[in-house]
C-alpha cells in the first residue's frame, strides 16, 4: 500500500527563491522510495501586492530600495540555483508583474491533477525563458499544456470572482504570519521558510516517515 504525503507551498511567480525552493522539493520528492506518493498543493502568495498594472523595473527598485547593484544581489540566487541545475540569470528578465492571474489559473488546476507542474512551467517561462507572464496570451498558452482549454483559461483567469478568491487567498496566508516565501508545510506538521538545501527537504521526508528513526 502506498504511503501518502502532503506538501503545501506557498510561492509567488516572481521570486526567484521559490524557483529554487520548488526545484529541491520536487528532486526530494523524486529520491523517495517508489511507494511513497506526494500531493502538493500550490498556494497563492503576493511578493509584492502594490506591483503597478505595467509591472516594475527590477533592476531599478533595487537599486532605489537598497542603493546596492542589482548584480551584486542576484549572484546569490543565482549561484543557488545553479547547485541545483537551474542556469538562472534574473538580468534577462528585467520586469516583476502582478500574478493574481497567473495564481487563478494555477489555483484552478488542482481540479484537473495539474496544478504543480503548471505553477512550475509559469515559474520557467518568467524566469528561464523570459516571457511576459501578464500577458494574458501568455498564461493561457501555458496553461493549454497542462489540461486547459484555452479559451477557458482565459476566461477563467479574468473572471472577477475568481480573481477575488485568489486575493481572498493570498491576503489570508499573511495574514496567518507568513511573511516571506517560499514556505511549505509538510502533512501539517512540520512548516519551513526559505529554499533550503534538498538534504533538508530529505531530513524533512526522512521524519514524516520513521519518525521513530529520526528521533533516535
Request: charged share 25%.
Amino acid at each position: 500500500m502506498a504511503r501518502k504525503l502532503k506538501v503545501d507551498i506557498f510561492t509567488d511567480v516572481v521570486c526567484p527563491w521559490c524557483l529554487i525552493g520548488s526545484v529541491r522539493l520536487d528532486k526530494a520528492i523524486a529520491a523517495l522510495p517508489e511507494d511513497v506518493e506526494v500531493e502538493v498543493e500550490n498556494h497563492p502568495f503576493y511578493l509584492d501586492p502594490n506591483v503597478p498594472a505595467d509591472g516594475v523595473d527590477v533592476g531599478e527598485m533595487l537599486k532605489s530600495r537598497y542603493g546596492r547593484d542589482p548584480q551584486e544581489m542576484w549572484a546569490r540566487p543565482q549561484a543557488e540555483a545553479k547547485k541545483s541545475g537551474v542556469d538562472l540569470d534574473l538580468s534577462r528578465q528585467p520586469r516583476m508583474f502582478r500574478t493574481a492571474k497567473a495564481h487563478t489559473i494555477t489555483r484552478l488546476a488542482k481540479s484537473l491533477g495539474t496544478q504543480h507542474s503548471l505553477a512550475n512551467a509559469i515559474a520557467d517561462a518568467y524566469f528561464l525563458e523570459h516571457r511576459q507572464i501578464n500577458d494574458d496570451a501568455v498564461l493561457a498558452d501555458i496553461a493549454a499544456e497542462y489540461g486547459f482549454d484555452r479559451e477557458e483559461a482565459l476566461r477563467l483567469m479574468n473572471d472577477p470572482h475568481e480573481l477575488e478568491t485568489t486575493e481572498r487567498l493570498a491576503a489570508a496566508a499573511a495574514h496567518q504570519g507568513i511573511s516571506g516565501v517560499p514556505f511549505f508545510v509538510f502533512d501539517a506538521k512540520f512548516a519551513m521558510s526559505g529554499a533550503q538545501p534538498e538534504e533538508v527537504f530529505q531530513q524533512v521526508f526522512a521524519e514524516l516517515l520513521n519518525p521513530e528513526v529520526a528521533s533516535q
